[in-house]
């Protein structure tokens, strides 16, 4: 028993109390398990028996036991993770819970992670950040679908130690030959998905046999009780700082011209002044010329710490920018191929711009179909085409430009990234990089001779993309002819992009579910794009219902490129005209996925033109874009 007394301590000497806290390390740990195999109770056990657990936490315990507790007179440690009251009267955990304790030797942060199988997300969440997986196993009934479905995910987040915790030991009499045939069966099954080691603990988290200290009752064990192991083991921040030097950028620190400083934390390895340093991407080399903290210089730093750092000569960095190790600088690509684990309702829209955030690094970017999906419970691969709630597959990802990383299995924090959905700002998946595809570093961008500028000096023009959006038959045809029609008589170097010359053509293998639209639109903002960078005033006439969508074209273009014109024509009116019949078919269930009708359209929060054609007659539309577009060339020529 761990005899740390932080009350005594506490009151003698509050300084010293805070001294020991701070010197400690930090172990963070998950614990996976369903309820039934009494994590809450072996969690609630070590919180207890480390004495962290507040006084009126206590006296709230020892009541509530005695209200709802299945312990009889006995503390329910269960209760004490159980926290919310809605989980105890669901008798099970649902959210990833945080819980801090600390013995004399060491800090811990405990996630938490509900068992369930639809809660994969809530325990990828928990375990990103683990040092270290506790896998309960339930000693009567042995390995389970779920211990493999738990020990994939550790393994998959980059957890390397593993302690495989066989519980109820009390319940199978403390039977040598239950636990050894237990660490068998897992051992046999760990090395199938790559597990190197774990160590494996027979254990009670009701009677507290070697949860805390060894028990008489389990003499033919004679390994380390489970807080001792969590006490000992070696964490990953020794690991990363051990590792290459790598920093990414957080933000510029410029406050006069004589100070300009780069400040972030050090992701691994360790930095000293006079250190050759790499900064990724532009791959520019100079040294250290200080390091500055909150306290002063300092001529060494490491892992963890937040810093500013003074290079030695004036090189481009900016915030997302990586400074590293110069002769071991970290990878830069715009594709690779990444396991994702999909979190959100909606599921994966093959195609569609999401952000990704990888460390400091903010960049757009598409995931293809996915390679395959893996069974959480079989570790089986089958082929599927998008990703849902809680899949994990393997599938390409395309950046918008290129990202500095590492792959994920090297353990850095440049090899796991977010995907955020650009129109709820959600995040919807966490993805771990697996390596670059190398044929995207053999395409180099050819630099016309002829520039884009040089292409509209000759038509006289500045370029435009004139991006009509509206349901079927709102009037975006109609009037962008009419624009057409207007700026050809004036002179000026057009051509209209729409659903005629581009369903029936380039895109005639898309058809309208989401991810047939995404992409329709994403090749025809590339075209637009082209068109635009030839000098064109291009007029595009889609329904392009998704907002991401538009965004994402509307980054393809120089800033004030793009001009998004909303053809605003309620949903009753575009049915009431129903120019081609198609509404009438879509509300016999003729045609399925009709926007308006059965598919959505997500209307323009800001467009720059916005027409309402109930009020004005096309003609009054076109005129009015005309000057809109007139206007703009004045004050820019
Ligand atoms: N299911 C479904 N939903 C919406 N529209 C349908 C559908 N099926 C066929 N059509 C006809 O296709 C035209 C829309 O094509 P778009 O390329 O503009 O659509 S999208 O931007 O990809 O959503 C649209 O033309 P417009 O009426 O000119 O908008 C329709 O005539
Ligand atoms: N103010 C208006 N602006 C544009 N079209 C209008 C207006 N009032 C009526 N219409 C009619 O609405 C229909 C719009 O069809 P269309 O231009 O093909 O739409 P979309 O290209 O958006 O599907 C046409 O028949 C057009 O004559």
């Known amino acids: 028993m761990t005899a740390y007394q932080p009350d005594a301590l506490i009151a003698a000497d509050i300084d010293a109390y805070l001294a020991t806290h701070a010197a400690k390390s930090m172990l963070r740990f998950i614990t996976c398990g369903s309820v039934d195999d009494g994590k809450s109770t072996l969690i609630g056990r070590l919180l207890y028996d480390s004495k962290t657990i507040f006084e009126d936490q206590l006296s709230q315990l020892e009541a509530d036991s005695r209200r709802v507790g299945t312990q009889g007179a006995n503390i329910d440690f269960a209760l004490l993770v159980d926290g919310l009251a809605a989980e105890r009267e669901q008798g099970i955990t649902i959210d990833v819970a945080y819980r801090f304790f600390a013995t004399e030797k060491r800090k811990f942060i405990v996630a938490d992670t509900p068992g369930h199988e639809q809660y994969t997300r809530n325990m990828v969440t928990g375990a990103s950040t683990a040092d270290l997986a506790v896998i309960l196993i339930d000693a009567r009934k042995g390995v389970l679908t779920q211990t493999r479905r738990h020990s994939y995910l550790a393994h998959l987040v980059g957890i390397k130690e593993i302690v495989l915790a066989v519980n109820k030991m009390d319940l199978v009499g403390h039977d040598q030959s239950v636990f050894d045939a237990i660490v068998a069966d897992y051992a046999a099954f760990a090395k199938t998905i790559g597990i190197e080691r774990f160590t494996a603990i027979p254990l009670s988290g009701l009677t507290g046999a070697n949860v805390t200290t060894p028990s008489p009752d389990i003499p033919w064990y004679d390994g380390p009780a489970l807080l001792p192991r969590l006490e000992t083991v070696a964490i990953d921040g020794d690991r990363a700082a051990a590792a290459s030097f790598r920093m990414p950028v957080q933000w510029v620190n410029r406050p006069d011209l004589d100070f300009r400083g780069f400040a972030g934390l050090i992701a691994s390895g360790r930095a000293s002044v006079g250190d050759r340093v790499r900064i990724a991407p532009s791959g520019k080399t100079t040294s250290i010329a200080r390091i500055v903290t909150y306290d002063g210089d300092r001529q060494e730093a490491i892992a963890g710490e937040a810093v500013t750092l003074v290079l030695a000569e004036e090189v481009d960095c900016s915030r997302g920018d990586v400074i590293a190790a110069a002769e071991n600088p970290p990878e830069i690509a715009d594709q690779f191929v990444a396991r994702i684990v999909w979190m959100a309702d909606a599921p994966l829209v093959p195609g569609r711009s999401y952000s990704l955030k990888l460390g400091t690094q903010l960049v757009g970017a598409t995931v293809q179909p996915p390679r395959h999906v893996v069974d959480v419970n079989s570790q ?258």
Do not use: C
């Not at 691969?381 to 998008?386: I, L, V």
């Not at 004030?560 to 014109?565: L, Q, R, S, W």
């Open 380 to 637: 089986e691969e089958r082929p599927a085409d998008t990703l849902a709630l809680n899949d994990i597959g393997l599938a390409e990802v395309y950046a918008d430009r290129p990202i500095v990383f590492e792959p994920y299995a090297q353990g850095s924090a440049l090899g796991g990234f977010i995907l955020i959905d650009r129109a709820t700002n959600a995040t919807v998946a966490a993805g771990m990089i697996d390596h670059a595809l190398r044929r995207a570093q053999n395409v180099h961008w050819q630099s016309a001779v002829i520039t884009r500028e040089a292409h509209a000096r000759q038509k006289g023009q500045v370029p435009r993309v004139l991006w009509f959006t509206g349901l079927s038959g709102s009037g975006k045809s109609t009037i962008a002819n009419m624009v057409e029609q207007k700026l050809h008589a004036m002179g000026r170097h057009s051509f209209l992009l729409d659903g005629d010359n581009i369903r029936h053509g380039l895109n005639r293998d898309l058809d309208f579910s989401e991810a047939g639209r995404v992409e329709n639109i994403r090749r025809v903002g590339e075209v637009a794009k082209l068109m635009a960078d030839a000098g064109l005033i291009v007029l595009t006439a889609f329904i392009s219902p998704f907002k991401a969508e538009r965004d994402m074209v509307r980054a393809l273009l120089p800033e004030g490129e793009f001009v998004e014109i909303f053809i605003d024509t309620p949903l009753a009116v575009a049915e009431d005209r129903d120019v081609k019949g198609l509404y009438a078919k879509a509300r016999s269930g003729e045609i399925a996925e009709f926007t308006g009708i059965s598919s959505p359209y997500e209307a323009p929060e800001r467009p720059e033109i916005r027409i309402d054609t109930t009020k004005e007659t096309a003609e009054q539309a076109a005129s009015r874009i005309v000057e809109h577009v007139l206007g703009i060339w004045s004050y820019d020529l």
